[in-house]
């Protein structure tokens, strides 16, 4: 079993940034493919970004240019690097990993096996 603690949520105004991180433990994040959830107020979860064990990376039209997601491996920690942020990126955001084969797209909620608790991002305008 995996474990993911996010850390790194705040508030900011509207064009900062932000740099979301997953510790993940045990040491086997190479193994997974893994990705970050978002969900605000009153919306269902939807997928932000996703990086295969392979590598690939996906992420939301609604992120895309503006978020990067990046694995170190040698600390196993996953992070989410969001530039450019606007309102609407207020959400909860979540860490997630699966075990199952996941080629050129993006995760989906109901793939998961391990979520995270959560990180809290506010943007104000």
């Known amino acids: 079993a995996l474990q993911l603690t996010e850390s790194g949520g705040g508030s900011v105004q509207a064009g900062g940034s932000l740099k979301l991180s997953c510790a993940i433990s045990?040491?086997?994040?190479?193994?997974?493919?893994m990705g970050w959830f978002r969900q605000a107020p009153g919306k269902e979860r939807e997928g932000v970004a996703t990086l295969t064990s392979g590598g690939y990376t996906a992420y939301a039209e609604f992120v895309q240019g503006r978020f990067t997601i990046v694995r170190d491996d040698p600390a196993n920690i996953l992070y989410l690097q969001m530039n450019s942020l606007k309102p609407e990126d207020t959400a909860i955001y979540y860490c997630?990993?699966?075990?199952?084969?996941?080629?050129?797209?993006?995760?989906?909620?109901?793939?998961?096996?391990?979520w995270g608790q959560g990180t809290q991002v506010t943007v104000s305008s």
């Open positions: 997630a990993a699966t075990s199952r084969p996941v080629i050129r797209r993006q995760l989906r909620s109901g793939e998961i096996d391990y």
């Open positions: 045990p040491n086997r994040a190479s193994l997974f493919t």
